[in-house]
């Protein structure tokens, strides 16, 4: 059953904490985006990578980190920098030729206590 | 940067009517592409229309695109309330490696 997961759905986490959200993909796709979207926001890229090993930051990467040391996952981590992290976070994947399309994740919402 | 520009940004109608959603845009583009989401849930793929093509057609959708205007527009015809949801245009740009640059959407309620 291909797809794109991640988890947890719902975090939480205190003031000063680290926290890594999971995206994996069984797609076979060679791109992995993440996004970030606020209430009755559109989505506003934090990292993407196109290929193992590679990424870029996106619009808003300060305060977030991300590897991409297999084809199948790339975790994000938002750092204590980050000073609004409340949000929900989608992950998301393509090929890479000129007319592929995102298949998105379900979202982890993350809430700072 | 936020490419795209979404009119109206929510929009209630009845079972039955059409729905219209435009999206404006600053830049050339490869493509553009139409993606819907259900409350707190991820992005589900619409319809894609390339930049050499006019309008574009799947099920109970039509989508136009007006490079020399940089607007595009969704239509939904005869809605349902199953269509209440966002509706986000997003358009890849030329030269920037397949990232897409989403609009801030429209949400659409269709009541039953």
């Known amino acids: 059953d291909g797809g794109i997961t991640q988890s947890p759905k719902y975090l939480f986490r205190k003031e000063g904490q680290n926290v890594t959200l999971s995206c994996e993909q069984n797609l076979n796709h060679d791109a992995m985006y993440w996004y970030r979207q606020d209430p009755g926001q559109g989505l506003r890229l934090i990292y993407y990578s196109q290929i193992v090993n590679d990424f870029q930051k996106g619009d808003i990467a300060e305060g977030y980190s991300v590897s991409r040391e297999k084809k199948e996952s790339f975790p994000l981590t938002v750092t204590s920098a980050q000073k609004n992290p409340t949000a929900f976070y989608l992950c998301?994947?393509?090929?890479?030729?000129?007319?592929?399309?995102?298949?998105f994740g379900p979202g982890t919402r993350l809430t700072v206590l | 940067s936020q490419q795209g520009e979404e009119d109206p940004q929510a929009l209630s109608i009845q079972e039955g009517e059409n729905a219209t959603m435009n999206c404006s845009y600053k830049?050339?583009?490869?493509?553009l592409q139409w993606y819907r989401q259900n409350s707190g849930r991820g992005l589900v793929h619409l319809i894609l229309i390339r930049s050499n093509e006019r309008e574009k057609h799947s099920g109970r959708l039509r989508v136009t695109l007006d490079t020399s205007k940089k607007s595009s527009s969704l239509l939904i015809t005869a809605s349902r309330a199953a269509d209440t949801a966002s509706y986000f245009c997003a358009t890849d740009e030329y030269n920037q490696g397949g990232k897409l640059i989403f609009g801030q959407g429209t949400e659409l309620s269709v009541k039953p």
């Open positions: 830049t050339s583009i490869n493509n």
């Open positions: 998301a994947s393509s090929g890479t030729g000129r007319t592929d399309t995102q298949y």
